[in-house]
T-cell receptor, first 106, second 110 residues
Framework: GIQVEQSPPDLILQEGANSTLRCNFSDSVNNLQWFHQNPWGQLINLFYIPSGTKQNGRLSATTVATERYSLLYISSSQTTDSGVYFCAVPPTDMRFGAGTRLTVKP | DVKVTQSSRYLVKRTGEKVFLECVQDMDHENMFWYRQDPGLGLRLIYFSYDVKMKEKGDIPEGYSVSREKKERFSLILESASTNQTSMYLC?????????FGSGTRLTVV
């Protein structure tokens, strides 16, 4: 199956800072999805982004399918952005990266 | 709004008990999945199903079985619970455009 690698594994930011999370995958994919897992454990969809760029408020994501990576940008980070960010390759490959744990300090 | 519902948020069971974790989705999705999540290990796939009565092993199926008698329901069964099965269990369903997750069941086996 496809291997999914995320970096960095941990990230600590001061509130207001910007950050970039990376997801590399080992083979061509038709789908890629970013999630945020909040402190209560709920996984929340952020983006479905097989290619190109999407933006939602302070978050944006870019996938370069030909080079097998995706980036998640968080601008002007807030404490509520804390949690774990996962990328995954649904629906049939079902592989998740190990996640990036983001801590935003006030 | 689409929904995946897991029957219990917290569960405590004794070693050796047979445990059923239930998951129901209301989106008419073909694909359903069970993952477990442990600190430092991310999400690991236990079993998945892409149709009624169909099941496939994931990366860590040992000690687990599943049942999918109806499209909307996917059950995870721990045949004889052990302490190393203490974990957060997450159910998901998917169609073309990605996953939707349930809220998770935190299982403690004592």
């Amino acid at each position: 199956g496809i291997q999914v690698e995320q970096s960095p594994p941990d990230l600590i930011l001061q509130e207001g800072a910007n950050s970039t999370l990376r997801c590399n995958f080992s083979d061509s994919v038709n789908n890629l999805q970013w999630f945020h897992q909040n402190p209560w454990g709920q996984l929340i969809n952020l983006f479905y982004i097989p290619s190109g760029t999407k933006q939602n408020g302070r978050l944006s994501a870019t996938t370069v399918a030909t080079e097998r990576y995706s980036l998640l940008y968080i601008s002007s980070s807030q404490t509520t952005d804390s949690g774990v960010y996962f990328c995954a390759v649904p629906p049939t490959d079902m592989r998740f990266g190990a996640g990036t744990r983001l801590t935003v300090k006030p | 709004d689409v929904k995946v519902t897991q029957s219990s948020r917290y569960l405590v069971k004794r070693t050796g008990e047979k445990v059923f974790l239930e998951c129901v989705q209301d989106m008419d999705h073909e694909n359903m999945f069970w993952y477990r999540q442990d600190p430092g290990l991310g999400l690991r796939l236990i079993y998945f199903s892409y149709d009624v009565k169909m099941k496939e092993k994931g990366d860590i199926p040992e000690g687990y079985s599943v049942s999918r008698e109806k499209k909307e329901r996917f059950s995870l069964i721990l045949e004889s619970a052990s302490t190393n099965q203490t974990s957060m269990y997450l159910c998901a369903s998917s169609y073309l455009y990605g996953y939707t997750f349930g809220s998770g069941t935190r299982l403690t086996v004592v």
